[in-house]
């Protein structure tokens, strides 16, 4: 079945550090993929997504390339700033199936950026 | 302005006793999701509506019960049967539910605990 997998957290960076949180996925077929964030005690927020090979997502600083030969979306930002700080999450939604446009979660990034 | 809300933010249920988690949305989306999250494992789907008066399992549907009357409205309603019910449950919706491209908007939450 489909999966996402995201790199173990918490990451904790300084203001202004380059960001970076991998995730890569299991899907047949072209899934299209996500990236949504979550703000303490509150529900999803999409940050930014990309629906076909070599699409390039952004959004607020946040860039995602999905690429299709490594499978992966990983997310970067150059210059990260306290109100990043956050958990992360990547996803994936596909076509055909039982699949119903339902979203495939990775377990999530906590991400903590100190001033 | 459109968008999804959730009550009661937080809920308390007792041993035994059924409670109902309420979802409206008046984005004038078709799909409905309900998904559970518990800590460190990302998000699960629950159950999911493709339109009024139809709705499939999800991944982990067993102890939980849901109904679509209404376009707007995707209620769940978490049975005695669901033995560990303590989690954080997300309701979102999308346009259509066969257009994997499209974005899953999500409402607050509801945080759920056992008392």
């Known amino acids: 079945g489909d999966s996402v997998t995201q790199m173990e957290g918490p990451v904790t960076l300084s203001e202004e550090a380059f960001l970076t949180i991998n995730c890569t996925y299991t899907?047949?077929?072209?899934?299209?993929l996500f990236w949504y964030v979550q703000y303490p005690g509150e529900g999803l927020q999409l940050l930014l997504k990309?629906?076909?090979?070599?699409d390039k997502g952004s959004n607020k600083g946040f860039e995602a390339t999905y690429r299709k030969e490594t499978t992966s979306f990983h997310l970067e930002k150059g210059s990260v700033q306290v109100s990043d700080s956050a958990v992360y999450f990547c996803?994936?939604?596909?076509?055909?199936?039982?699949?119903?446009?339902?979203?495939?979660f990775g377990q999530g990034t906590i991400l903590t950026v100190h001033p | 302005d459109g968008g999804i809300t959730q009550s009661p933010k937080y809920l308390f249920r007792k041993e035994g006793q059924n409670v109902t988690l309420s979802c409206e949305q008046n984005?004038?989306?078709?799909?409905m999701y309900w998904y559970r999250q518990d800590p460190g494992q990302g998000l699960r789907l629950i159950y999911y509506s493709q339109i009024v008066n139809d709705f499939q399992k999800g991944d982990i549907a067993e102890g939980y019960s849901v109904s679509r009357e209404k376009k707007e409205s995707f209620p769940l309603t978490v049975t005695s049967a669901q033995k560990n019910p303590t989690a954080f449950y997300l309701c979102?919706?999308?346009?259509?539910?066969?257009?994997?491209?499209?974005?899953?908007?999500f409402g607050p939450g509801t945080r759920l605990l056992v008392l």
């Open positions: 984005l004038n989306h078709d799909a």
């Open positions: 979102a919706s999308k346009r259509t539910g066969y257009i994997h491209q499209e974005t899953q908007y």
């Open positions: 996803a994936l939604s596909r076509a055909g199936g039982t699949s119903y446009g339902k979203l495939t």
């Open positions: 899907a047949t077929g072209y899934p299209s």
């Open positions: 990309a629906t076909k090979a070599d």
